[in-house]
């Protein structure tokens, strides 16, 4: 039984929503979203160079949990390049800083 995810988690910020294949036009090319969660754990485990052990404390999730959205992003990102998909970041969804 898959459990709902905790609001707690902290996750870093990040400018822009979306990355795209040079020279093709956003109409009829398909999207891969990404979690906040997936990028903030490509951010620590890629970019950072931090052990998964580290990368979920500063998450505040456990480490199986922290190695589940990295695979994830990883499989997503993958896909995405492959199959030439642009990459779209979902916002937060507890993130009201849009709402008027």
Do not use: W
């Not at 109409?27 to 052990?53: C, F, M, P, R, W």
């Not at 997503?76 to 937060?92: S, V």
């Amino acid at each position: 039984m898959v459990q709902k995810r905790k609001l707690e988690r902290t996750c870093i910020e990040f400018e822009g929503n979306m990355y795209k294949p040079i020279r093709v036009p956003m109409k009829g090319l398909k999207i891969q979203k990404l979690t906040k969660e997936e990028i903030t754990a490509i951010y620590y485990a890629d970019y950072v160079g931090l052990k998964q052990n580290e990368s979920a404390e500063k998450m505040g999730i456990s480490q199986s949990s922290f190695s589940r959205e990295l695979n994830l992003a990883h499989t997503k990102i993958a896909c995405a390049l492959f199959h030439g998909f642009a990459i779209q970041f979902e916002p937060d969804p507890t993130d009201n800083s849009d709402e008027k």
